[in-house]
């Protein structure tokens, strides 16, 4: 009964990965990189500080990763006031539609380039490349999210305000356990690299 099902997931598997290995060269994962950041740097020094100057010191959704509560939303969209709001669904989310898409792929290919280096690539360890896929999946929605409860305030529901903390906190979870697991990763490649090199000085 579950046998077509498990060699369906296994080509699947086999043609992610192969998707994957296609585009697994240094200057397509730096580039891919360095556009990801740029994008995340002009939301950091332009649209959040832009939207920030209304929020009277309020954190945006998009910036709360451990949540927030009704109550939040409620006075963070009343302290925006209707300038602020605008500002925040005009200028802030539409540049934050195209980043959780880069950061998605970008920071896939980036681990993935360095689990291959650690001959990892194979194992189980390359179910770490969807995390940021799952982070920007997350993103995606709580973008949604907000977007609703900007065109439909003042008439928020518990239903969206709850749905799209959620999202928040997903997105927020495993972006942290990327990271970490993505730092992990860069420190065996850097032991990697130590040891071949002290392996070469004692040939020479």
């Known amino acids: 009964m579950f046998a077509p099902l498990n060699i369906d997931l296994k080509q699947d598997m086999k043609r ?13 994962v730096l580039l891919l990189f360095v556009l990801t950041n740029l994008i995340y740097a002009i939301m950091l020094l332009i649209t959040i500080p ?8 309020m954190n945006l959704l998009d910036m709360m990763p451990t949540g927030y509560n009704s109550t939040y939303v409620s006075t963070l969209f009343e302290t925006l006031g209707v300038e602020g709001r605008a500002v925040y669904l005009y200028n802030q989310l539409p540049i934050d539609m195209i980043y959780p898409f880069l950061f998605g792929i970008s920071y896939c290919l980036l681990i993935a380039y360095f689990l291959k280096k650690l001959n990892k690539l194979n194992t189980t360890f390359f179910y770490l490349c969807f995390l940021p896929i799952i982070a920007g999946i997350a993103d995606y929605l709580e973008n949604f999210g907000i977007i609703k409860m900007l065109n439909d305030y003042p008439n928020l529901t518990e239903i969206s305000m709850g749905t799209t903390n959620i999202f928040s906190i997903v997105k927020s979870i495993t972006t942290t356990i990327y990271f970490i697991a993505l730092i992990i990763t860069l420190l065996f490649y850097g ?6 090199r002290k392996t070469s000085v004692n040939r020479v």
């Not at 992610?16 to 397509?28: A, S, V, Y």
């Open 16 to 28: 992610i990965k192969k998707i994957i290995n296609k585009h697994l060269t240094g200057k397509k």
């Open 50 to 57: 832009k939207t920030m100057a209304f929020s009277n010191g």
């Open 191 to 196: 032991i990697k690299i130590v040891k071949a």
